[in-house]
């Protein structure tokens, strides 16, 4: 069993930057890719960027690829989002997801944890 926290969000202005982490208890965590999803009032669940157990590959969506920045330490057993350039369609509540899989995807299926997710708010 794999639990997972998320913290570090907040409310920001367009433009700014945050950074949202993930803080995973157990200990397989160096073996799981990990991934964040962002979730808006009426809309779906949405992939934002994964990362490989190893850290060597990262995978982003079109809207966030140059802006946004995933990294992880196993040492520490957590997982780092990075936002620059954030615009008020940023906002949404990020959640961070681990799966045994070792392929790197974007579907929220592949995931088998959650974490109970942040708000982050991008004011216009």
């Known amino acids: 069993q794999v639990q997972l926290v998320e913290s570090g969000g907040g409310l920001v202005q367009a433009g700014g930057s945050l950074r949202v982490s993930c803080a995973a208890s157990g200990r397989t965590f160096s073996a799981q890719t990990m991934g964040w999803f962002h979730q808006a009032p009426g809309k779906d669940r949405e992939f934002v960027a994964a990362?490989?157990?190893?850290?060597?590959?990262?995978y982003y969506a079109d809207s966030v690829k140059g802006r946004f920045t995933i990294s992880r330490d196993n040492a520490k057993n957590t997982v780092h989002l990075q936002m620059n350039s954030l615009k008020p369609e940023d906002t949404a509540v990020y959640y961070c997801a681990a799966t045994r899989n070792t392929y790197i995807g974007s579907s929220a299926k592949l995931y088998d944890y959650w974490g109970q997710g942040t708000q982050v708010t991008v004011s216009s």
């Open positions: 990362i490989s157990s190893s850290g060597r590959s990262t």
